[in-house]
């Protein structure tokens, strides 16, 4: 994905500052907002896992950081619950007027708590998801309750967060117990996707049973196993992100016009790797994959290998020219199934190759073939085996052009 740095105002005129996450050279075909958990930032690793993954589905994704934390101007200690609310949908505004109304809004934690009760004031919404959030938005206050008396005495306190001070006041608490969130599930107009470890020990499974009970299908739940509440583990916020990709794409709504221009800015065929690790997400011709190297090569075996799509560009060519054949000479093949392996060879041990010097690379093919085919028939389908374009491809002279863009 690509990140663009954004700033948009709250209702107090302070600028908030965001990350668009685009799907590389996609146009998006729809928009979602993200709501990061108390006192986070949206640069939290588990946010932008779950952007990458709606950006796969060609979902573009703002995410960006409630007043007073991270880039944003203002001061947190004059902030609530009500402010971060008020910060979403200020940030859905911007997204109407600029880009496009969100039809999907996330909130982690609190800030899950928070997309419930902004939801009602974004018209654009399709579809609501929380995470790990509770149900009673007051939940939050039990991080600095051994301060509680030093605020309501004397109107602040200083309390240590996660590692970090931040000065929380009376009014803080005061807005916490006015949220009551029941009225606002109840009365939700869209979708609810309700997600949450059962071994969450900051914020405990029942709450997510609470918001479940009160709202209204469509609503569905799904549990993030042994996940802890931050999403801290990498394949916690990638399997949240895959899911929430899935289940938010049956609710949203693609124009027409996104239909016809076939979503691409740019190439037909586009990869992209970031500069750790080797995975690597692809788009080909507005279809969404991932490529990666096994653990042992320094990957993280979250896709097939680059010689994986080769073999299967092969493999599928294979099966597809088969089929085109036969239906062309009215063969009976109901389906042809064709296995490959790829390794490289000393070159003296290949018999058909033109050099005897270092290694060359051998894929081997192997077809199943099913139907009422003769012997005969079965021959000439080996034959055509071997016309497959990609297989000509693999056996002609490539000529590849490289240029740097820009």
């Known amino acids: 994905m690509k990140s663009v740095k954004i700033s948009f105002p709250n209702r107090q005129g302070q600028k908030l500052a965001a990350l668009l996450d685009l799907p590389e050279d996609e146009k998006p075909i729809a928009f979602a907002l993200f709501a990061h958990c108390f006192t986070c930032t949206k640069n939290i690793k588990a946010a932008a896992n779950i952007a990458a993954a709606l950006n796969r589905e060609k979902i573009a994704v703002l995410r960006f950081d409630f007043t007073g934390l991270g880039q944003s101007e203002g001061d947190f200690s ?4 009500s402010t971060n609310v008020a910060d979403l949908v200020a ?4 997204m109407s007027k600029e880009l496009e109304g969100p039809q999907i809004i996330i909130g ?7 997309v419930l009760q902004a939801a009602k004031e974004i018209d654009s919404l399709n579809a609501v998801v929380t995470i790990a959030a509770p149900h009673d938005p007051e939940h939050v206050a039990h991080h600095f309750e051994s301060m509680r008396d030093q605020i309501e005495r004397e109107g602040e306190a200083r309390v240590n967060l996660a590692g970090r001070h931040f000065k929380i006041k009376k009014q803080f608490l005061a807005d916490l117990e006015m949220q009551q969130l029941d009225h606002h599930i109840r009365t939700l107009k869209t979708a609810l996707l309700v997600m949450h470890s059962p071994r969450d020990t900051t914020v405990g499974i029942d709450n997510a049973a609470e918001i479940y009970r009160a709202a209204k299908h469509p609503k569905s739940f799904i549990s993030l196993d042994d996940a802890d509440h931050l999403l801290l583990k990498e394949a916690d916020s990638l399997y949240a992100g895959m899911m929430i990709a899935s289940w938010g794409s049956r609710y949203i709504n693609v124009t027409e016009e996104a239909h016809e221009d076939g979503m691409v800015i740019d190439n037909r065929v586009t990869s992209s790797t970031e500069n750790y690790g080797f995975f690597t997400e692809i788009f080909a011709n507005g279809h969404a994959m991932v490529a990666d190297e096994p653990l042992q090569y320094g990957g993280t075996d979250r896709g097939p290998t680059p010689y994986d799509y080769l073999l299967a560009a092969l493999g599928a060519c294979t099966s597809m020219t088969l089929q ?5 000479k009215q063969l009976p093949l109901t389906k042809a199934v064709v296995r490959l392996t790829h390794q490289k060879i000393h070159a003296k041990d290949c018999e058909d190759c ?3 010097n270092g290694k060359v690379d051998r894929m081997e093919r192997e077809i199943e073939l099913f139907g009422e085919l003769d012997q005969k028939q079965r021959e000439r389908l080996l034959e055509i085996a071997e016309r497959c374009p990609v297989h000509k491809t693999l056996h002609s002279e490539v ?3 490289s240029r740097l863009k820009g």
């Open 324 to 328: 085109m054949y036969a239906r062309h």
């Open 354 to 356: 033109g050099t005897n």
């Open 78 to 81: 004059d902030t609530n619950f």
């Open 91 to 94: 940030a859905a505004e911007f």
């Open 108 to 114: 982690h934690s609190l800030g899950g708590a928070a």
């Open 399 to 401: 000529d590849i052009i």
